[in-house]
């Protein structure tokens, strides 16, 4: 099959316009489950929609909120399957639809029963969304810029949800059922618009490449390049995935849960973790329910919502930073901080609740605008990208959506429990949520591996797993034991690359060794594809050593190419 044909004119949006048009219009996805996250914060307290739903119990309330999470669980648990079925654009496409309809169902609601209905059916559309998203950015990103791409994405998700807090606000001025009725109307028009434009994005090249589509697959690749077939760096892309697919599919690897469960435990297990603290740290008794905490405080009424919008805006901000930070510091850091910041400003959040003093009111819109805008730069946009990023390509759909499932899980048990904690135990809710940042802290500083700048292809030697077996057996010859014996970087007994240890994990005592904090916190990523140093040590073998001579596609500066995990896209 001949895929480097010469170039042919064309019209069609390719390379970096292509890559940011695509991060930008899947935002979408995400604004929509955004949007619907806060506009409901804000019609539960119009009076026009108590009156329609005559004067709704805090449970009717948590109910109508977090019934979305219900509807949402349970497409994220299917979206697995379907996305790697139906593909990442389908699955994009179906998930509009479908939130749309359910969108539809809200906005013309004749009471509780239906409002619920439309809810869960919105739910089952924002499941597949908030699955597929993710997956869909990080598979057409480089990863250079993977990290960036995944935070302009969560932007998208709170400019959604202060888009629908100044919507509610707005409309909290007109003297009918439409205050309530136009926020939830133009839901739909929003997911009218993702379904159209979802017909015409292209699919994940990686999903391409998987299903035997390799045409296809090189496609997109070369469109994201910059539309040239004849690019080095679009070909040693092409045959790095398809190098990781033929090595996946020859170790007999299954694709099913039980098998992601026994080999890949310790990433499920991270990437569930994630999304569960962040929802334990407490952004949703501030997302669904802040004008109720600002009423709670003394602010009333519109003057709620007004504060709800203000700390929207901040929240918008605060996302911002990690687009420049997240591919520099790297993810473990900035998760570090930003937890210690939001467990500050929850705890004295109670406090200033407990005190109930003249200057309360002000004090928690300080401390609620302060914990959003740490969350917003840290645990909003971390836990989407980080899933997608430490799963292989064979379960990586699968392992995406048991962490979606785990964060719509404690959504909807945030969602529905606040309004009752907030009745019963009232300022001691927050002290709770800053106790569970507080153990979010401890839980990345011991477990969570840095992935900044990795390949997904590479993502095995984070974890210090079989790298060998699954990206060189395919290509080299492993060297004899007694060449390789005294070098440091190979196990003699084994014939097998040492996984990554740090020196920290080396001088380490027994106790710390317990933890198994060390091996991850430590480890910083190293390329495995070695290949020069594999000659030296076994100058018989076949090392697949290339040397080619090309340009960057950007200008005539000349580089070298040693083998496709050399070539980074764009660079």
């Not at 489950?33 to 506009?39: K, N, S």
């Not at 109508?64 to 399957?81: C, D, H």
């Not at 009423?295 to 929240?315: C, D, H, P, S, V």
């Not at 106790?511 to 390329?527: C, E, I, N």
Request: with cysteine; net charge negative.
């Amino acid at each position: 099959m001949d895929m480097t044909s010469g170039p042919k004119p064309s019209r069609r949006l390719v390379g970096q316009p292509l890559l940011y048009s695509i991060s930008i219009f899947a935002s979408l996805g995400v604004f929509l489950f955004g949007y619907d996250q806060g506009v409901m914060s804000g019609i539960i307290t119009g009076p026009h929609f108590i009156q329609y739903f005559n004067n709704p119990s805090a449970l009717r309330v948590g109910t109508m909120v977090a019934v979305l999470e219900i509807g949402a669980l349970v497409t994220s648990l299917l979206s697995g399957r379907v996305g790697d079925i139906a593909g990442r654009k389908n699955t994009l496409l179906g998930g509009a639809i479908i939130f749309t309809v359910g969108g539809s169902l809200q906005t013309f609601t004749h009471g509780f029963g239906s409002m619920v209905a439309g809810r869960i059916v919105s739910g089952f559309g924002v499941g597949l969304l908030s699955t597929i998203v993710p997956i869909y950015q990080s598979e057409i990103s480089p990863p250079s810029h993977r990290g960036a791409l995944a935070c302009v994405e969560f932007t998208g998700n709170i400019f959604g949800y202060a888009f629908s807090v100044w919507t509610d606000y707005f409309c909290s001025f007109i003297d009918s059922n439409l205050a309530w009725r136009i926020p939830l109307l133009i839901q739909c028009v929003i997911g009218a618009i993702l379904a159209i434009g979802a017909y015409f994005l292209p699919e994940s090249p990686r999903w391409l490449i998987d299903t035997d589509k390799d045409k296809e697959g090189m496609k997109v690749i070369v469109d994201l390049h910059g539309g040239d077939p004849n690019d080095p760096t679009a070909i040693a892309e092409f045959q790095e995935i398809k190098d990781r697919v033929i090595s996946e599919r020859e170790s007999g690897e299954a694709r099913t849960y039980a098998a992601m469960w026994r080999r890949y435990k310790q990433r499920v297990l991270l990437a569930m973790s994630s999304q569960a603290f962040a929802q334990l740290n407490g952004i949703n008794v501030i997302s669904y329910y802040a004008p109720r905490v600002f009423e709670e405080a003394g602010w009333k009424g519109r003057q709620a919502i007004l504060m709800t919008g203000i700390n929207a805006i901040i929240y918008i901000l605060s996302t911002l930073p990690p687009w420049y930070l997240v591919d520099r510091w790297g993810r473990r850091p900035i998760l570090i901080s930003g937890a210690f910041i939001m467990t500050l400003s929850l705890c004295a959040t109670g406090f200033w609740l407990y005190l109930d003093v003249s200057y309360t009111p002000d004090a928690v819109v300080l401390c609620v605008i302060i914990f959003n805008a740490a969350f917003g730069y840290s645990w909003g946009p971390i836990p989407w990208l980080y899933p997608p990023e430490i799963m292989p390509l064979t379960v990586r759909a699968k392992g995406v959506s048991l962490s979606t499932a785990t964060n719509w899980a404690f959504n909807f048990i945030v969602g529905e429990a606040t309004p009752y904690l907030q009745e019963v135990i009232t300022w001691r809710l927050y002290v709770m949520h800053g106790f569970f940042c507080a153990c979010s802290i401890v839980l990345v500083y011991f477990f969570y591996p840095e992935t900044k700048g990795v390949p997904l292809e590479e993502m095995d030697a984070v974890f210090g797993e079989d790298v060998i077996k699954h990206h060189m057996v395919a290509s080299l010859d492993l060297p004899d034991r007694d060449i390789i014996e005294g070098d440091s970087r190979f196990d003699e007994e084994e014939g097998l690359p040492r996984p990554l240890v740090s020196k920290r994990e080396r001088d380490a005592g027994p106790f710390t060794r317990l933890l198994s904090g060390w091996k991850q916190k430590d480890r910083t990523y190293q390329p495995i594809d070695d290949r020069e140093e594999l000659a030296r040590l076994n100058p018989e073998a076949d090392h697949r050593v290339e040397h080619e001579r090309g340009t960057s596609g950007e200008g005539e500066e000349e580089y070298e190419m040693l083998g496709p995990r050399d070539v980074d896209r764009g660079q």
